[in-house]
Nanobody
Framework: QVQLVESGGGLVQPGGSLRLSCVAS????????MGWYRQAPGKQRELVAA???????NYADTVKGRFTISRDNAKNTVYLQMNSLKPEDTAVYYC?????????????WGQGTQVTVSS
């Protein structure tokens, strides 16, 4: 049994910052790529940022230069530092990870955390 639990969402004013965290727990053998997706009302879920096990990263064009993804392998945790937030960043943010456990490597999702950017 593997679980991803996110935290750190909330309400912030435009230009503000938030830091999201996601912890993976359970019978984990290896964690490969970890990432963050978001889904705004009426829109499809989209990739925000991802970090590979070797720490290479990629970002959506809309967040480059404002968001930073990082991971702490010792803690099975991935972070998303979000700066200069805009109203269009408002969405439910989901953690995603490809994890090898008692079953072959599988994609897991967190339950989501709401981020609202509004004055």
């Amino acid at each position: 049994q593997v679980q991803l639990v996110e935290s750190g969402g909330g309400l912030v004013q435009p230009g503000g910052s938030l830091r999201l965290s996601c912890v993976a727990s359970g019978s984990i053998f290896s964690i490969y790529t970890m990432g963050w997706y978001r889904q705004a009302p009426g829109k499809q879920r989209e990739l925000v940022a991802a970090v590979a096990s070797g720490s290479s990263t990629n970002y959506a064009d809309t967040v480059k230069g404002r968001f930073t993804i990082s991971r702490d392998n010792a803690k099975n945790t991935v972070y998303l530092q979000m700066n200069s937030l805009k109203p269009e960043d408002t969405a439910v943010y989901y953690c995603n990870a490809r994890i090898g456990s008692l079953i072959p490597a599988h994609q897991y999702w967190g339950q989501g955390t709401q981020v609202t950017v509004s004055s």
